[in-house]
């Protein structure tokens, strides 16, 4: 194999202390009070009622359960008696809160926390069948039918998840029990899976997601087969013959097809799950969002462990053609609910977009491997964009409460009647049925730490502003930022390097270029710009503070003009918070606000308004 690709050093999520401001308080709200309320949720808490994905006239609207994880866990380890209830891929939900439970305990240790992740992971050792099969869908449901619908049964998908999980338990704590049950898991997998001249079977998952996870195994292990079977997976998908094609043929009949009729997920086509074509061969995503994301991650993990620079150019392709033709201000991706999928360029619909919340969360995972390989604010300013208007977004000021869909626009009055906005929900429910976003949020908000900088020779990047403290080694020095801002609120921020040379390269926002002001040590500079960075290059003395003063404007941003359903629409932006017109306080009829050429804005902090906000008047 060819070199790896250097990529730049994220610290540790100890090493980042978010002290404060949105993500400070999102944060320690997550690890206080969403974490325990979701572990509530997968033992099926009384007090929480899930809905399902679509409004059905015809039925209640809410499932039986909240969740049956942790049952359907405890039948399949002989526990307790019962069926498994949920989506085939209800398991993952388990994995979800694990990865962001090990975030948390990454960043500080907890023991009543950490043995309730215990006691989980015994549970899920426990259901772990004798020849390392884990999947409790299969286990209680289809025990004869494993590995016969890769497309369908999510099986793959699954196994990723936990062994995200496994991976972040073990780099938090030290412990191996559930690496070695996925390792276990992995085993029997690349005993079926793999090359055809191998005499295994040339399949790859239908919901993408396992390639990146079996690259953090091998990162933890040292184990290659486990980097091999992640480059097969990203290799294989979309080759002649078809794997779906022939699975297809094969199932058409049968029992799993029938989950989802005529032929389940093939229906929606080969691009649905990425295989019209090899992923190098690809040039724009199509499909469902969430799979492409998750693709996306995966290649880059192969192109940066195999030293392949044609997959990273493809990935880097697929990138462009979305964030110029294929995603909403923002930063929501996959405009349609049929498929929850990415469809053609600027097809940009306001009020039938589905806009996953995994999806955006997915895109800031992808944003934040593409900066440890080249720090190009580009790929920061998505992450930011996605982060603070979808991910954030969909969630309710106390996280208890969440969006899976994402619409820019909303008319409670007709969901209910028109078809096509039955997936929309006017009010963000406790928790769905499917096992999905809520600890997909959790999980990205649990890694926040990770988003903020990385560090790249003698270079320290600031991708995204926020209060913290951070120890970073620098070229073998110790260094220590502190950054203090109110940031979205108030666009100016202040950060105090520790003494030593280096150079601190700050973001600058897409939505500030051209229009900042930098000062050091209270005299302004002319930083140069590389890539969207101001390089400061310093001997810093350790009390010199860098002040950054971002454009304060608020913004009227418009679609290209080929997104037709824009025609004559605008969106208005402070920093990088995209706002929202709500009936609260706008009364009804928004459709019919507008905006003058001539009106101006004022700006009000309200300190008492959804826990603190910028108030926008014109
Ligand atoms: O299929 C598993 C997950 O469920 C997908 O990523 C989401 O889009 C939801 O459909
Ligand atoms: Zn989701």
Redo the contacts with the bound molecule.
């Keep these: 194999m060819s070199q790896k690709l250097h990529k730049a050093a994220t610290p540790e999520l100890s090493d980042v202390k978010l002290t404060g401001g949105l993500f400070g308080k999102v944060y320690d709200n997550t690890r206080e009070h969403v974490i325990p309320y979701m572990w509530d949720i997968l033992n099926d808490s009384d007090d929480i009622k899930a809905a399902s994905?679509f409004v059905e006239t015809d039925k209640k609207g809410e499932e039986e359960y909240p969740s049956h994880c942790i049952a359907n866990f405890k039948i399949a380890a002989g526990e307790e008696k019962g069926n498994f209830y949920g989506?085939v891929?209800q398991d993952?939900d388990l994995a979800k809160w694990l990865e962001a439970v090990s975030y948390m305990l990454a960043a500080k240790r907890d023991p009543e926390l950490e043995a309730k992740a215990d006691w989980a992971i015994d549970l899920v050792e426990k259901a772990q069948e004798e020849d390392g099969y884990l999947d409790t869908y299969f286990t209680l449901n289809a025990p004869d039918k494993k590995f016969t619908d890769l497309m369908e049964c999510?099986e793959l998908?699954v196994t990723g998840h936990m062994m995200e999980a496994a991976v972040a338990y073990y780099e938090a704590t030290g412990k191996r029990k559930l690496l070695d049950v996925m390792l276990r898991m992995a085993k029997l997998i690349d005993s079926k899976l793999g090359p055809a001249d191998q005499g295994k079977m040339p399949g790859y998952p239908g919901?993408e997601?396992i390639e990146l996870a079996l690259v953090k195994m091998y990162r933890a292990t040292g184990e290659e087969w486990l980097l091999n079977l992640a480059k097969f997976f990203i290799d294989e998908r979309g080759q002649e013959p078809k794997y779906f094609v022939e699975e297809l043929e094969r199932n058409k009949n049968s029992y799993f097809s029938k989950y989802n009729p005529p032929y389940g997920m093939y229906s929606f086509g080969q691009e649905y799950a990425q295989y019209h074509l090899p992923v190098r061969e690809q040039k724009e995503f199509l499909g469902?969002?969430?799979?492409c994301m998750?693709l996306a991650e995966g290649m880059i993990d192969v192109a940066r462990e195999t030293g392949d620079t044609g997959l990273l150019d493809a990935v880097k392709d697929l990138f462009h053609n979305m964030i110029e033709r294929k995603m909403y201000v923002t930063g929501g991706i996959?405009s349609s609910a049929d498929g929850?999928r990415f469809t053609g360029d600027y097809d940009l619909p306001n009020n039938t977009v589905y806009a996953?919340t995994?999806?955006s969360v997915g895109l800031v995972f992808f944003m934040q491997k593409m900066l440890e390989l080249e720090q190009n604010s580009v790929y920061a300013d998505v992450m930011e964009r996605a982060l603070y208007n979808t991910c954030l977004a969909s969630t309710s000021l106390d996280g208890k409460n969440y969006f899976?869909v994402n619409p820019l626009e909303v008319n409670p009055a007709i969901i209910k009647q028109n078809p096509d906005l039955r997936h929309v929900k006017p009010v963000r429910p406790q928790w769905f049925g499917?096992?999905?976003?809520p600890p997909n949020l959790a999980r990205m908000i649990a890694s926040l730490g990770k988003d903020i900088y990385c560090v790249n020779g003698d270079k320290v990047f600031v991708h995204l502003y926020a209060a913290n403290e951070a120890s970073l080694k620098v070229n073998g020095q110790d260094v220590k930022i502190s950054m203090e801002t109110n940031y979205p609120y108030e666009l100016s921020v202040r950060i105090t390097p520790s003494a030593g040379k280096y150079t601190v390269a700050l973001r600058i926002p897409d939505w500030s270029r051209g229009c900042y002001e930098i000062k050091v040590a209270g005299d302004k500079i002319d930083a140069k710009l590389v890539n969207g960075y101001a390089m400061i290059d310093r001997d810093w003395n350790g009390s010199d503070v860098i002040e950054i003063t971002f454009d304060d404007k608020v913004k009227r941003v418009y679609a290209n003009p080929n997104v037709i359903s824009d025609i004559g629409k605008v969106a208005i932006q402070y920093g990088p918070v995209v706002y929202c017109l709500e009936e609260v306080d706008n009364g009804s009829n928004l459709h019919s606000l507008f905006l003058t050429g001539d009106n101006t804005f004022t700006k009000t902090w309200k300190a008492d308004k959804l826990g603190g906000i910028v108030e926008l008047k014109a």
């Design positions: 994905m989506m891929f993952s999510h998908y919901h997601e469902h969002a969430v799979r998750y996959g929850e996953e995994c999806a899976y499917c096992a999905c976003c």
